[in-house]
């Protein structure tokens, strides 16, 4: 694997040339086995050079472009001897593109054979899989080469010799990241955000901007131009969607929400033997019925529920909600502000865990209730959580697996949520809330006082403190 890097340079400055040197040398974490740098002129003339020193002094007049890799060097294609024709960047056959890889090109053999093939060539002058890719840029172009030609995981900058002023990108889960001086005078490339330490003053400046995954296109003077790097998948009607329910207000409003935008919703449920956990299940199950229908009176099971017995928090992260020794707390509002009942990583344990499921059985959408509200207490509620877990999903699941995350109620208060459970017909009376077990909330810890607040601010009483409520409930056994 590599560290590949790039500049778009309208002005040769020392600082240009200072910060192209810093990132390089920080591009030495992921590469120490091989270095080369390639110097593209506004000619399209190029320079190359093989060492280390060489390219920190190298200076020439007017704007220029450049690609550099730092490789490590993997071992079915380790080199003893190495030459100019193993060490990337590498031009293309016609020498109309300079290019540098970071990644494994799964298909190369056939992708390379077929090439060779049609233009008569014996071998190749290198083992290294990025060849393939030249031989491709000349025949298909980048577009073409990008998105249907090649197979495995890459991080591809390009300069067409031809056009020396635009960078070509590409990457599916390979990083790859690009930063643009204040000043407008330098365009960088690398392979991990923390390279670009010290080219810029992260106080004045935006810093470095995020180049797909699973995009491609191009950087030319202040704009980048993105690409999905694959045709995104027209999804199902109805779309396949898991939503990991507590039982609870929230993940019932959220799950509610997507049945009626017209999902095929399925209830994940993780039963970790928590204080609420019989009341809980059961909300699950008859939001399941309210759903699709159904009888589960007499045993528990249903086609939209999935319940995942797992004793692990009680067993190596015990809390308050899973150990029957420690009380909850019954202050009401100071129980809503302060997460006395906190589950170690819970939120976070449980999305991974849905990403799995999600990705093995084919599920489209991963769904959880996380709310604005509850991140006043909770840093899993927190929205930005969230869009960390987006962010992990191209990283964490097999390549070319697309899957949504969404929070319906993510950037909601507790009073919109039940606004929203409202406008949607939501059955909130089957919804559980409390962390106490039992046959009805208690009415005295932070999520009953929330959503008996939460109601009243709608003008609203809360069913599930109508006593009349109880004989709606289903007994299941």
């Given at each position: 694997?590599?560290?590949?890097?790039?500049?778009?340079?309208?002005?040769?400055?020392?600082?240009?040339?200072?910060?192209?040197?810093?990132l390089i040398e920080m591009s030495l974490q992921r590469g120490r086995d091989a270095f080369g740098v390639v110097?593209?002129?506004?000619?399209?003339?190029?320079?190359?050079?093989?060492?280390?020193?060489?390219?920190?002094?190298?200076?020439?007049?007017?704007?220029?472009?450049?690609?550099?890799?730092?490789?490590?060097?993997?071992?079915?294609?380790?080199?003893?001897?190495?030459?100019?024709?193993?060490?990337?960047?590498?031009?293309?056959?016609?020498?109309?593109?300079?290019?540098?890889?970071?990644?494994?090109?799964?298909?190369?053999?056939?992708?390379?054979?077929q090439l060779w093939d049609e233009q008569h060539i014996e071998a190749p002058p290198t083992m290294i899989d990025?060849?393939?890719?030249?031989?491709?840029?000349?025949?298909?172009?980048?577009?073409?080469?990008?998105?249907?030609?090649?197979?495995?995981?890459?991080?591809?900058?390009?300069?067409?010799?031809?056009?020396?002023?635009?960078?070509?990108?590409?990457?599916?889960?390979?990083?790859?990241?690009?930063?643009?001086?204040?000043?407008?005078?330098?365009?960088?490339?690398?392979?991990?955000?923390?390279?670009?330490?010290?080219?810029?003053?992260?106080?004045?400046?935006?810093?470095?901007?995020?180049?797909?995954?699973?995009?491609?296109?191009?950087?030319?003077?202040?704009?980048?131009?993105?690409?999905?790097?694959?045709?995104?998948?027209?999804?199902?009607?109805?779309?396949?969607?898991?939503?990991?329910?507590?039982?609870?207000?929230?993940?019932?409003?959220?799950?509610?929400?997507?049945?009626?935008?017209?999902?095929?919703?399925?209830?994940?449920?993780?039963?970790?033997?928590?204080?609420?956990?019989?009341?809980?299940?059961?909300?699950?199950?008859?939001?399941?019925?309210?759903?699709?229908?159904?009888?589960?009176?007499?045993?528990?099971?249903?086609?939209?529920?999935?319940?995942?017995?797992?004793?692990?928090?009680?067993?190596?992260?015990?809390?308050?909600?899973?150990?029957?020794?420690?009380?909850?707390?019954?202050?009401?509002?100071?129980?809503?502000?302060?997460?006395?009942?906190?589950?170690?990583?819970?939120?976070?344990?449980?999305?991974?865990?849905?990403?799995?499921?999600?990705?093995?059985?084919?599920?489209?959408?991963?769904?959880?209730?996380?709310?604005?509200?509850?991140?006043?207490?909770?840093?899993?509620?927190?929205?930005?959580?969230?869009?960390?877990?987006?962010?992990?999903?191209?990283?964490?699941?097999?390549?070319?697996?697309?899957?949504?995350?969404?929070?319906p109620v993510g950037n909601l208060m507790k009073k919109e949520i039940v606004a929203m459970g409202l406008a949607?017909?939501?059955?909130?009376?089957?919804?559980?809330?409390?962390?106490?077990?039992?046959?009805?909330?208690?009415?005295?810890?932070?999520?009953?006082?929330?959503?008996?607040?939460?109601?009243?601010?709608?003008?609203?009483?809360?069913?599930?403190?109508?006593?009349?409520?109880?004989?709606?409930?289903?007994?299941?056994?």
């Amino acid at each position: 694997m590599c560290s590949i890097v790039g500049a778009l340079c309208r002005e040769n400055t020392s600082q240009n040339q200072t910060n192209l040197n810093v990132l390089i040398e920080m591009s030495l974490q992921r590469g120490r086995d091989a270095f080369g740098v390639v110097r593209v002129y506004p000619n399209g003339a190029y320079m190359r050079l093989d060492d280390f020193g060489s390219a920190r002094s190298v200076t020439a007049p007017g704007p220029w472009s450049a690609l550099a890799n730092l490789r490590g060097e993997p071992a079915p294609e380790w080199v003893r001897n190495k030459t100019e024709a193993d060490v990337q960047p590498f031009h293309s056959p016609s020498g109309r593109w300079i290019f540098t890889h970071n990644g494994t090109i799964a298909n190369d053999k056939a992708l390379g054979q077929q090439l060779w093939d049609e233009q008569h060539i014996e071998a190749p002058p290198t083992m290294i899989d990025s060849y393939v890719i030249g031989m491709a840029l000349d025949e298909f172009g980048f577009e073409e080469t990008v998105t249907k030609k090649l197979i495995g995981s890459f991080a591809i900058l390009a300069i067409d010799t031809q056009r020396p002023d635009v960078m070509y990108w590409a990457a599916n889960y390979k990083p790859l990241w690009c930063l643009g001086t204040s000043d407008g005078s330098q365009i960088l490339f690398g392979s991990q955000r923390s390279y670009f330490t010290g080219c810029y003053n992260p106080l004045t400046e935006p810093g470095p901007v995020e180049l797909g995954p699973y995009e491609y296109g191009t950087v030319s003077g202040s704009s980048i131009y993105r690409e999905t790097l694959y045709p995104l998948p027209s999804w199902p009607t109805p779309r396949r969607t898991l939503v990991v329910c507590s039982g609870g207000l929230d993940s019932s409003v959220a799950a509610w929400h997507q049945f009626k935008q017209g999902d095929d919703v399925t209830l994940l449920h993780f039963a970790m033997d928590a204080k609420a956990q019989g009341p809980e299940l059961r909300s699950v199950y008859q939001l399941a019925v309210a759903m699709y229908g159904g009888d589960i009176s007499t045993k528990r099971q249903h086609d939209h529920v999935m319940v995942v017995p797992m004793d692990f928090f009680k067993v190596n992260a015990p809390s308050v909600l899973t150990d029957d020794t420690k009380e909850v707390n019954k202050n009401g509002a100071a129980g809503a502000e302060l997460a006395t009942e906190w589950v170690p990583a819970r939120n976070t344990v449980f999305a991974a865990l849905a990403m799995a499921i999600a990705e093995s059985q084919g599920f489209d959408t991963v769904v959880f209730g996380v709310n604005l509200e509850e991140g006043g207490a909770f840093p899993d509620n927190e929205p930005e959580w969230a869009n960390k877990v987006r962010g992990l999903i191209p990283y964490a699941m097999k390549a070319y697996k697309p899957l949504e995350f969404l929070t319906p109620v993510g950037n909601l208060m507790k009073k919109e949520i039940v606004a929203m459970g409202l406008a949607d017909g939501a059955p909130m009376e089957l919804s559980w809330s409390c962390y106490e077990g039992g046959d009805r909330h208690c009415g005295k810890c932070g999520p009953c006082f929330n959503r008996k607040t939460a109601f009243q601010m709608n003008g609203k009483e809360d069913p599930v403190f109508v006593a009349e409520v109880e004989v709606r409930h289903v007994v299941v056994n």
